[in-house]
């Protein structure tokens, strides 16, 4: 599937768009800016591109390298044919370009699906990764919730895929539902750019992933506890129509080292709240990534 073309707004995407050719001819899109270590790695979810980031790695970048990706049929990534936009296939593709890429020594920053597809990457390797950011994602297998089942079934089924073939339905609703303060137009304009003309099945192929790629979500779960003696950062939208109070205190329980910081935001929280977003990154990265650790750091929450 060839996506078709858009012109980004560079007044609010201001980077150096890279493209990287992958051995299963996928090449895929993404942005490396700023330099230091640990570097930052921004992971996307459903149905955004690394545009979500934007404001965060314009904030981060000037002290820390700050890398974000576009998954295969979203933002400037073009899949290979053949390719079917599973979490598994998109998984495969991250490990791929972390690996090319050579990085050694990373924070991923995981919102909704970018969760289980670092986590997973977590569980083979992790050795490479020296903390997590984490915002109203998952990372554990979902068939037993019945909310979640119902919306993988709704999103994810024959109304979903009809839905987002025809009329971009699928990012509607989330577009709909994702934020707590709406962005403007120009903004929505980009979020929508990807899918305006056509290539938009992928948007309902991750909702009926929910529940059918429960072994990549295992594999997540392997990686939360393989990162249970590294240092996370919870930034939670607390008002988040999808991922909620019980989803965070999961991963609380399971990250003994983290620092919890409550969001004025939805889904979308980097969009909503990127000024908190950032300050709560450099705070928790020089105070847990930084010369001698620290002892552990109570909760936090920010207005």
């Known amino acids: 599937m060839t996506l078709p073309p858009f012109e980004i ?3 609010l995407y201001p980077f150096t768009s890279r493209f990287m050719e992958l051995g299963d001819g996928t090449t895929l899109h993404y942005i490396d800016e700023g330099e230091g ?7 996307h979810g459903n149905p955004t591109w690394s545009f979500l980031y934007r404001r965060l790695i314009a904030g981060l970048a000037p002290d820390h390298r700050c890398i ?3 998954y295969p049929g979203f933002g400037l990534s073009t899949p290979a044919p ?3 936009f599973t979490a598994a296939e998109q998984a495969r593709v991250v490990a791929e370009f972390v690996e090319r890429l050579g990085l050694r020594r990373v924070v991923f920053v995981m919102q909704d699906w970018g969760g289980p597809i670092g986590l997973a990457l977590a569980a083979d390797r992790p050795e490479v990764v020296s903390g997590v950011v984490l915002g109203n994602t998952w990372a554990w297998p979902l068939a037993g919730d019945r909310r979640l089942a119902f919306f993988s079934r709704i999103m994810g089924g024959p109304i979903g895929r009809t839905a987002a073939r025809a009329v971009n339905g699928v990012w509607r609703f989330f577009m709909a539902r994702g934020f707590a303060h709406p962005p403007t137009a120009e903004i929505l304009a980009m979020y929508a750019a990807p899918f305006a003309n056509g290539g938009r099945i992928q948007t309902a192929i991750f909702p009926r992933e929910l529940i059918a790629a429960v072994e990549l979500e295992r594999k997540a779960e392997r990686g939360l506890h ?4 590294r240092p996370a950062l919870l930034l939670w939208g607390s008002r988040d129509f999808g991922f909620r109070d019980a989803e965070r205190s999961r991963f609380e329980r399971a990250l003994p080292d983290h ?11 980097p969009e909503d709240q990127p000024d908190v977003a950032v300050r709560s990154i450099r705070r928790w990265m020089a105070d847990r990534l930084s010369g001698p650790e620290p002892s552990q750091m109570p909760q936090d929450v920010d207005p």
């Open 9 to 11: 707004d560079r007044s």
């Open 37 to 43: 270590s640990p570097a930052l790695v921004f992971l």
């Open 68 to 70: 974000a990706v576009d």
């Open 82 to 84: 053949g390719f079917d």
């Open 226 to 229: 393989a990162m249970g003696d």
């Open 259 to 269: 620092r919890t910081v409550l969001l004025d935001a939805g889904h979308f929280w």
